[in-house]
């Protein structure tokens, strides 16, 4: 069956650095665009970062620009999220998705498959 599963997360000083990574498995990794979601306690999940499917295009949220780096590897269906300088405001649980559509999305709903998430919590 189609599963994403997130590992990398943990607790970290602020101005630090992380690097998440997403194992895909049940579908055919090369075709779909993958993003980076995170949701904070009592917040609704946002998007952080896509990348198309071969790798070449990238997006990210203004507020992650310059700080993450989103990555893939189609040849071991993995997608990575590096992540620098990271910041208090950036304690949350990070979820990598698989976008429904051709290309990616800013909406949690055009995503037919999401991972567990991955808790990173930011220490000032």
């Known amino acids: 069956q189609v599963q994403l599963v997130e590992s990398g997360g943990g607790l970290v000083q602020a101005a630090g650095s992380l690097r998440l990574s997403c194992a895909a498995s049940g579908f055919i990794f090369s075709r779909y665009c993958l993003a980076w979601f995170r949701q904070a306690p009592g917040e609704e999940r946002e998007f952080v970062a896509a990348i198309s499917q071969s790798g070449l295009s990238t997006y990210y949220t203004e507020f992650v620009k310059g700080r993450f780096t989103i990555s893939r590897d189609n040849a071991v269906n993995l997608v990575y999220l590096q992540i620098h300088s990271l910041k208090p405001e950036d304690t949350a649980v990070y979820y990598c998705?698989?976008?429904?559509?051709?290309?990616?999305?800013?909406?949690?709903?055009?995503?037919?498959?999401w991972g567990r998430g991955i808790q990173v919590t930011v220490s000032s």
């Open positions: 998705g698989a976008s429904a559509g051709g290309g990616w999305n800013k909406n949690p709903e055009s995503y037919f498959a």
